[in-house]
């Protein structure tokens, strides 16, 4: 079946704009996670949804930061303002849900701030 | 805290073995591991849960020592497709499932 999909794969962007990221998860799973990966870094996490309740927001570096996931299925990660800092590969994850722990991840969206 | 990974990096000729070890200074629920090659998705190798379990398929095993809060995987007779950056994620438990992610093995396999 199809894997995790996220759009757009490459975003440039110039400083201030504001970009949106999508992530359409495997079918049927229930948890949603958005990592930030720095280059040369490992993941770390910004989010986590179960259906579309926002369940962790802990990982946000500013409010200039949104989730959401409104029905369940799609979520879309929003950057008010870009900075250049917040240039980076944002991946989404999803799992089944419950005991089934297991995160498979998308290809994730290249972010570059000039 | 983000877990501590040890080598950093390791070079190997094929058919050579490796070990790669995850340490976390917080008590574990469970340790995912991840390879990574570059500008593609990490691919999830495979799940430990507390409890000292051993898991392993074709020739990459994994153990999980729960008191001591570290796992190791282990890579055997090691092929070309091995290369990359291999990540423990780990789960401390609570409400969420996040991973917290460690600082990463890169693993070079030379023919």
């Known amino acids: 079946g199809a894997g995790v999909s996220q759009s757009p794969r490459y975003k440039v962007a110039k400083r201030g704009q504001d970009v949106a990221l999508r992530c359409d998860p495997i079918?049927?799973?229930?948890?949603l996670f958005w990592y930030q990966q720095a280059l040369g870094q490992g993941p770390e996490f910004l989010t986590y949804?179960?259906?579309?309740?926002?369940?962790?927001k802990s990982g946000l570096p500013s409010d200039r930061f949104f989730a959401e996931r409104p029905e369940g299925s799609v979520s879309t990660l929003k950057i008010q303002r870009t900075q250049q800092e917040d240039s980076a590969v944002y991946l989404c994850?999803?799992?089944?849900?419950?005991?089934?722990?297991?995160?498979?991840f998308g290809p994730g969206t290249r972010l570059l701030v000039l | 805290q983000q877990p501590v990974q040890s080598p950093q990096a390791v070079i190997l000729r094929e058919g050579e073995d490796a070990v790669i070890n995850c340490s976390s200074s917080?008590?574990?629920?469970?340790v995912h591991w991840y390879r990574q090659k570059h500008g593609e998705a990490p691919v999830f190798l495979m799940i430990?849960?507390?409890?000292?379990e051993q898991k392993g398929h074709d020739k990459i095993s994994a153990s999980f020592n729960e008191k001591k809060q570290q796992s190791s995987l282990y890579l055997t007779a090691s092929q070309l497709s091995y290369s990359g950056t291999y990540f423990c994620?780990?789960?401390?438990?609570?409400?969420?499932?996040?991973?917290?992610f460690g600082t990463g093995t890169l693993l070079a396999v030379q023919p």
């Open positions: 994850a999803s799992s089944l849900g419950g005991n089934q722990e297991t995160q498979y």
């Open positions: 079918s049927g799973h229930v948890s």
């Open positions: 949804f179960q259906n579309e309740a926002q369940l962790d």
């Open positions: 917080k008590a574990l629920y469970s």
């Open positions: 430990l849960l507390k409890g000292g």
């Open positions: 994620g780990t789960r401390t438990g609570g409400a969420t499932n996040k991973l917290i």
